[in-house]
């Protein structure tokens, strides 16, 4: 990162990358590209180590929750995909694409955009029975580019091709934000 010095290339994608998420413990990293295949890579032995695709399917994004034991990648077939080692766990319709998606650190709240500019908070973890339930947030007038969440859970963003940039402050009843690590402090570059 400091010196740009090429280490390894993650080969596989046979279009551009859409997303890439890194895990929590930054061993593994996961892309999106546009030919419509999610694949996963060890970041100690740069070799793909897993991949998924579906037939007319292109995923928007992949990522890894906080705690490495589950991923989720969304597409524009409108199923939300739950992976576990690398293989799809669980799979439910969310009645319309999303586009991105966002777990909290707490593991109490995720946060999807979808393809009709909303926000969507979803019951997390997705229950059993009904797993996709949530209440819908429409403040954007044209497609949401990004969506992310602040280190302590405390705030989501969005910002959108509307040039709105929307702050919205995450609570819950029983929520609390994620603690800070002792360690974990602000880069002397930013």
């Known amino acids: ?12 994608h046979q279009s551009k990358i ?19 295949c999610v694949y996963e890579y060890n970041v ?3 070799k793909r180590e897993t991949e998924l695709s579906a037939p007319n ?21 409108g199923v ?9 766990f669980r799979e439910f319709s969310t009645k319309l694409p ?16 979808t393809a009709n500019h909303t926000l969507r908070a979803l019951k997390y973890p997705f229950p059993q029975e009904n797993p996709y339930e949530y209440t819908e947030y429409s403040y954007h007038t044209g497609p949401i580019n990004r969506l992310c ?9 969005t910002c959108g091709e509307d040039g709105c940039l929307w ?21 002397d570059e930013v």
């Open 1 to 12: 990162m400091w010196t740009l010095e090429v280490i390894a290339h993650f080969k596989g």
């Open 18 to 36: 859409r997303s890439i998420s890194w895990s929590a413990d930054d061993s593994r990293i996961m892309s999106c590209g546009l030919e419509g």
């Open 44 to 46: 100690r032995t740069f």
């Open 57 to 77: 399917v292109t995923f928007n994004q992949a990522i890894y929750t906080h705690d490495n034991k589950l991923a989720f990648a969304i597409g524009s077939d």
């Open 80 to 88: 939300l995909r739950e992976l576990s080692d690398g293989h799809v």
């Open 98 to 113: 999303l586009k991105h998606i966002a777990v909290t650190r707490n593991g109490k709240i995720a946060l999807a955009s």
């Open 149 to 157: 969440l602040s280190y302590d859970d405390q705030y989501a963003f």
């Open 167 to 187: 702050f919205f402050r995450l609570s819950e009843k029983e929520a609390r934000a994620a603690k800070r690590e002792k360690d974990y402090g602000y880069s």
